[in-house]
């Protein structure tokens, strides 16, 4: 089988106007790829480029050069950099979805239904998506009384329960998860983990970001580490 995800030769750089012309090489000539139901670890200190990376993948930047091949349910092969929006807008809604190191809500929305949405946006009926979200708000320990409140006011712990059950809910074939698991406690962080293999089991793909070995450890048959823009090192994690 080919790889899900195949990214070539990849180059971000952003060109900064407002500081006469100041430029940042975020990525540089970046190549791996991401098998079928492979789960990869991204690692690399702050501002090595991962949460670009991520985004340069979900066509939130667009690319300075290269290429992203992703073998597509819909399309077949098609390259990411090179897709039209409304390509891109498909595919985010029925097969690639991207969790966020930081949750943004609409205000106003309740967690149960900012959790359904997920859902909503595949196809799922009302009720259904409503008794999904509060069965994931449940495992993830949110206390029942928040199901219904507003996430703006939400401590980051729990903002990010809402923001990984809204990415894992929808069952997506290729998740970009940054940070899954960085403000919870341990328990949650197990319950995460587990989502996380439970999805790959059904043969999803992820590129998770993360800092925490424990996570790596558990989730990611591999790691890619990013220094300054450029891969240093692909590893496994020790068995
Ligand atoms: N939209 C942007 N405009 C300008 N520079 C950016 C932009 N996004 C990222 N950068 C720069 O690109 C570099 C990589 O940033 P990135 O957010 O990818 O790092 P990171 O590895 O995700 O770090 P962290 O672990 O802190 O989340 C940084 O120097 C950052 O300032
Ligand atoms: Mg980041």
Redesign the pocket.
Known sequence: MPPILDVRHYTKR?D?HVLNGKR?N?LTNVSFSLEPGEIVGLV?K???????LMKSIYRTYLATSGAIYYQSLRYGPIDLVRATDHQIIALRRDEITYCS?FLSVIPRVSAADVVAEGLFRRGAGRTEAWHQSRDYLDRLGLPQELWDAYPSTFSGGEQQRINVARAIIARPRLLLIDEPTASLDQRTKDVVIDMIIALKAEGTSVLCISHDLYTLDRLADRRIE?KDGHIVATTSPVS
Do not use: C, N, V
């Open positions: 952003f900064m940042i975020a690399g702050s501002g090595s480029g991962k949460s670009t190191q990013l």
